[in-house]
């Protein structure tokens, strides 16, 4: 692979090693929430913390950010797991947030008995009011003078269940004059008399992100926690419970998210294009999740590939679908075997081949691969080939079928179009062609040369199968950018189906897991719909690079 220079974190990361900075050791974390699945921006995510613990001999800690007892849920744990494994990544230890629910309340009463955080019954309105603007002095509300005594007995209150959720809050108490919004006096604690999905109804106070995540990275020992842009600003308050707490001093570092042009990254919107059955799930194949793209026959190298290629990016930008595109087309070029199925089927007969004879022709699987091998293709006097090869007053530079037309049928002989029938709607229902026996591709002696080549499946010998066709999830590049509800955007023909595709019968014994090029029509994986005689296909990605260098 091309040799590129270091990205920021890895500069960062290789001056902490000269410098011996905590031993040289690189620890890092992924830490998602399990209030969703995994999408192509946690991918970006995942490629990051695990190839930088990768490069430099470190770890990676799968951490569940489950500090949230409300939207998060166990079949989004096992999808994420699922996701990350299949991405090709090895965590050190798969950890939950809520482990440290215990330790995470000890930090809060150190902080308290410090004289750092104190018990706040003002209301969320007041609290603002008194916090003020970013350009004038926030004002204390008058429990910032609370006693050490009260804020514990008022915060082992609240743990022991014995105030309503939104009754009180604990804050820290940190800088009412900070220009940083964030350091006037953040919210450490709220009250949630909500159910967890791991710790139960043990709990009915629940840590804010910001008291969570920064003590998690410290009690795994986590060196460098990465994260994105928008953490900016929450980065002094991590150092300062690190420094106030005297626990182990993690790193916070910040990158842009990922965004993919054409459809929207956000968990919240798309739970609820699941939710409302614009798509059949958190894995269809239109939806941006490493599950979809899964489903759609993209590769976790595909993937990987197409994240080292954004880079690491210290500014929001938006990312061209096509080159997500581009990257598993290049890999599929060089792997999927060749194969031929039509789509939208028409009728031709030759009428100077002998009908009822099968004649065996010999495929070469992939041109991109020597190793490839090839396949047997049977060949008749009635075949298949697409509607759109054939015009009944075809243009100049048409060099597809029309009357008096000849194209080379792949991996077998060149035929010319003589006449062709249309039933009482003018649609043509059949073609009729002429051979020429000594064009046999691999020993053609004709010495006739034809513009054109097309597919096709012999009619006696085809097997049929559901063909799914996809676009764009959302007609505007930037969803997410538009004013009002983003669903207004989404693209009303993102899924074509074909119900009866003709397939070559080699073809009939693909499973789950392969990958193909139909002729002239894009690539294809089957899709776990399948079953046996029913053979579903999801069309990857056309063949057309529309990625632009
Ligand atoms: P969402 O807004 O979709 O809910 P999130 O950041 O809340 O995203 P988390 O589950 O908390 O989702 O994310 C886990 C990790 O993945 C975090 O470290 C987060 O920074 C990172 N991540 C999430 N979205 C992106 C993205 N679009 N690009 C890069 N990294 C991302
Ligand atoms: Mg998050
Ligand atoms: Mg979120």
Redesign the pocket.
């Known amino acids: 692979s091309e040799e590129r220079s270091l990205n920021f974190l890895e500069q960062i990361i290789e001056e902490d090693i000269a410098n011996g900075v905590n031993g040289g050791r690189v620890h890092t ?8 699945y ?9 490629c ?2 695990f190839g930088l613990a990768q490069k430099y001999n470190g770890l990676t800690n799968l951490r569940f ?1 489950d500090t949230n007892p409300v939207k998060e849920d166990v079949e989004y744990v096992e999808s ?1 797991m699922e996701d990350v494994k299949w991405m090709g990544f090895q965590w050190n230890e798969v950890l939950f947030a809520s482990d440290y629910f215990d330790q995470l309340y000890i930090y809060a009463e150190t902080l308290i008995q410090k004289g750092l955080a104190y018990v706040d019954e003002s209301t969320p309105e007041q609290i603002a009011t008194f916090k003020g603007t970013p350009t004038t002095v926030g004002k204390p509300t008058p429990a910032r003078s609370r006693s050490v005594e009260e804020n514990l007995q008022l915060f082992r209150e609240m743990k022991d269940g014995k105030h309503p959720d939104g009754a009180m809050v604990l804050r820290a108490k940190v800088d009412l004059a900070s220009p940083n919004m964030l350091l006037r006096d953040p919210i450490m604690y709220r009250i949630k008399h909500a159910h967890h999905h791991r710790t139960g109804d043990k709990w009915c106070i629940y840590p804010m992100y910001d008291f969570a995540h920064g003590q998690s990275d410290s009690i795994e020992k986590i060196t460098h926690s ?3 842009l928008e ?1 900016i600003p929450h980065r002094p308050l991590y150092d300062w419970f690190i420094k106030e707490l005297d626990i182990f001093p993690s790193h916070q570092y910040e ?6 042009s054409y459809t929207v ?6 739970l609820q294009l699941v939710q409302e059955g614009t798509v059949t799930g958190w894995d269809d194949p239109r939806m941006p999740t490493i599950s979809g793209f899964r489903r759609k026959g993209y590769t976790a190298a595909s993937i990987r590939e197409f994240c080292e290629r954004i880079g690491i990016a210290k500014r929001d930008n938006l990312i061209d679908l096509s080159l997500l595109e581009f990257c598993i087309r290049e890999e599929l070029n060089k792997t999927a075997n060749r194969v031929m199925a039509v789509l939208d089927p028409i009728k031709l007969v030759i009428t100077n081949y002998e009908a009822g004879k099968t004649e065996i022709l010999n495929g070469e699987n992939n041109p991109e691969d020597p190793n490839g091998g090839s396949r047997e293709i049977p060949f008749s006097n009635t075949l298949y080939i697409e509607r759109e090869d054939f015009m009944e007053n075809p243009p100049k530079k048409f060099f597809r079928l029309g009357v008096g037309l000849s194209v080379r049928l792949k991996h077998a002989y060149i035929v010319k179009c003589e006449s062709f029938e249309k039933d009482e709607n003018g649609n043509v229902t059949t073609i009729y062609c002429s051979y020429i026996p000594e064009s046999k591709s691999g020993s053609d002696t004709s010495g006739i040369n034809v513009k054109g080549t097309i597919h096709w499946v012999s009619a006696a010998h085809a097997e049929t199968a559901e063909v799914r066709l996809y676009d764009r999830l959302f007609k505007v590049e930037n969803p997410a950018a538009e004013e009002g509800d983003f669903k207004d955007f989404i693209n009303p023909d993102s899924l074509h189906i074909v119900e009866k595709a003709y397939i070559e019968p080699a073809l009939a014994k693909a499973q789950l897991g392969d990958r193909f090029q139909f002729l002239r029509k894009g690539y294809f994986a089957v899709d776990p719909d399948s079953k046996p005689g029913a053979l579903v296909f999801n069309r990857t990605v056309t063949l057309k690079d529309t990625w632009a260098k």
């Open positions: 974390r992924f830490p998602p929430e399990p209030n969703g995994l999408h192509i921006g946690h991918a970006k995510s995942i990051l913390n950010d994420i990465v994260c994105t953490f990158f842009a998210r990922l965004n993919l990254m956000s968990k919240r919107k798309l």
